[in-house]
């Protein structure tokens, strides 16, 4: 047997109970709960937390208790220092702990978040997932790398992945889960952009079959010998090449982001689909302005796209059809006009999104700060791109 060493304290620990530090616990709660005494540990001795220091009922911890408390405090500084959000619930679904990185993720604190349901952070449209997750948590399953939306205390969402685990006691009944959310918005965005990007990929690589197509035809109009139509052909392609350099020209080699003017950059995209000598099919006309920066790469994606469909649906495919492109000052901004004449009716395109919309939306509004209007007449499309000057020379 165990006793205390004060002699106003008969109650004696049984030493089965006491070994290993989880019983020993258990029965001091109990103890406590009976008797109303509270204990606490001080220089390594189990004391009662009602005595002054040196006067208290105590039991010497065994030194595995030292360990185990040094390793108590290591697990409490990591989960402290870490950039996930850590917290428990119990089994209500009541937030019992709440580290450093919930603060900064959901903006709640600890003495805000403790004691509340973990429904503080769930979106109204996502709360069916809190009962799925409990049902999981009471057969003891782990649920890892749940990708879901949760809400921050401001009422602003954020993309987080999470991995939740039960808490077992003693006895190794589910008492609550364990949750570790990590913001996973930059993860997010960068699978868009791969996905955008390979999208960006299939889109050209069907265009190049589909240009090459047009090119020769464009060529042969005109050519009056095989020969002549190989040389035709042979110019219009490395045309198109150096076209689609400017487009891929984001940060790579010597061309990357070279300044150069909006007249030059709009001659340089059309030259592939432009018929040599007089009259030329396509017009660039108004004002010149410079163009450096990212302004280059965003300018000749939207520009050879504008081309490009000209080529495969517009004027362009039509053998008396023309282009006109107008820039203009107006006010702070530069205005683009794109305008096409003499092809087949234009029509506004039924469905979703396409790869078009996409690129305009990114290019124009993100990107650019700007506007684009198209305008469906039976004549033929006219664009209208609007751009901040101050966008175009970064």
Known sequence: MISFLSSQSPETLDAKACKGRRPLIDHLVGLASRTGVSFAFEDGALKRADRSPGKGTSI??????????????????????????????????????????????????????????????IPPDRLDEEPTILEKIHRGERIEHFETVRQRKNGSLVDISLTISPIRNSRGKIVGASKIARDITELKKARERQRLLLGEMSHRVK??????????????????????????????????????????????????????????????????????????????????????????????????????????????????????????????????????????????????????????????????GGEIVRDWRPEGLVIRLSVPRSRLEV
């Open 60 to 121: 010497r911890a065994p030194r595995a208790r030292g360990r185990e408390n040094l390793a108590t405090h290591h697990y409490r500084a990591i989960v402290e220092s870490s950039d996930d959000a850590i917290l428990s619930k119990d089994l209500d679904g009541l937030i019992l702990s709440w580290n450093r990185g919930a603060e900064r993720l959901f903006g709640f604190t600890s003495e805000e978040a403790v004691g509340r349901p973990v429904t503080i952070i």
């Open 207 to 368: 265009n190049l079959f589909a240009l090459s197509g047009s090119i020769v035809s464009l060529s042969a109009r005109s050519a009056k010998s095989p020969h002549e139509l190989a040389e035709s052909t042979r110019a219009r392609l490395f045309a198109l090449a150096r076209a689609h350099a400017l487009t891929f020209a984001d940060g790579f080699g010597d061309a990357a982001h070279q300044p150069t003017t909006l007249q030059s950059l709009v001659r340089t995209i059309v030259a592939p689909f432009d018929e040599p000598g007089e009259p030329r099919r396509i017009a660039v006309l108004g004002i010149d302005a410079g163009v450096s920066g990212p302004a280059v790469t965003s300018l000749a994606l939207l520009l050879h796209e504008f081309a490009t469909n000209a080529a495969k649906y517009g004027a362009l495919s039509a053998d008396a059809g023309s282009v006109k492109v107008v820039i203009a000052e107006e006010g702070d901004s530069i205005v683009v006009n794109w305008t096409e004449r003499g092809g087949p009716p234009a029509a506004a395109p039924n469905g979703g999104l396409g790869f078009g919309d996409v690129l305009s939306r990114i290019a124009v509004y993100d990107q650019l």
